[in-house]
T-cell receptor, first 112, second 113 residues
């Protein structure tokens, strides 16, 4: 059951421009959302999170937006840098369920 | 370095065999999660333990089992292996297992031939 969906397998942007990665979820019980970044041969690394009581959270170049009514979240990276090239996973959890579900990932390539 | 250690890094075995993957969580973390990633797919949640007890179960096959020991390390046992079990297996840990970020190890790559 794909409770967390990332419909874009890949995204390519120019250095300095904005990268927007999207994620949709189906389980209305989810109340905590995260983005992870993964480089080859490494495990995913936590990037940024947002609670369902907020609609935006910002950390430096990274901003996550949450639209609960649409069950949609997005990650904005501004400005994009070549070092941001990685696979980005969206994840969601519900406190009462004690598990965390991940999307299939989006491969971001930032071109110099 | 996430502080989560997984061993071995690579494992090659034959169909029908049984293997054990090991995970040491980050110091102080009580909760351990196991995920499977096949062929550039997403991370499929398998199972979660908190302080030695199973807390949540995902799409884990009956041929697979796991446990968390008193020292908080965890093992994932895969038996009667099939070609389709070839994947990256990740372990992650968190302090409480509630809504908090997970810290991942670098995974064990299992190849079943």
């Amino acid at each position: 059951d794909q409770q967390v969906k990332q419909n874009s397998p890949s995204l390519s942007v120019q250095e300095g421009r904005i990268s927007i990665l999207n994620c949709d979820y189906t389980n209305s019980m989810f109340d905590y959302f995260l983005w992870y970044k993964k480089y080859p041969a490494e495990g995913p690394t936590f990037l940024i999170s947002i609670s369902s009581i907020k609609d935006k959270n910002e950390d430096g170049r990274f901003t996550v937006f949450l639209n609960k009514s649409a069950k949609h979240l997005s990650l904005h990276i501004v400005p994009s840098q070549p070092g941001d090239s990685a696979v980005y996973f969206c994840a969601a959890s519900a406190l009462r369920n004690n598990d965390m579900r991940f999307g299939a990932g989006t491969r971001l390539t930032v071109k110099p | 370095d996430s502080g989560v250690t997984q061993t071995p890094k690579h494992l090659i075995t034959a169909t029908g065999q049984r293997v054990t993957l090991r995970c040491s969580p980050r110091s102080g973390d009580l909760s351990v999660y196991w995920y499977q990633q096949s062929l550039d797919q997403g991370l499929q949640f398998l199972i979660q333990y908190y302080n030695g007890e199973e807390r949540a179960k995902g799409n884990i096959l009956e041929r697979f089992s796991a446990q968390q020991f008193p020292d908080l390390h965890s093992e994932l046992n895969l038996s009667s292996l099939e070609l389709g079990d070839s994947a990256l297996y990740f372990c992650a840990s968190s302090p409480t297992g509630g809504n908090s970020p997970l810290h991942f190890g670098n995974g064990t790559r299992l190849t079943v031939t």
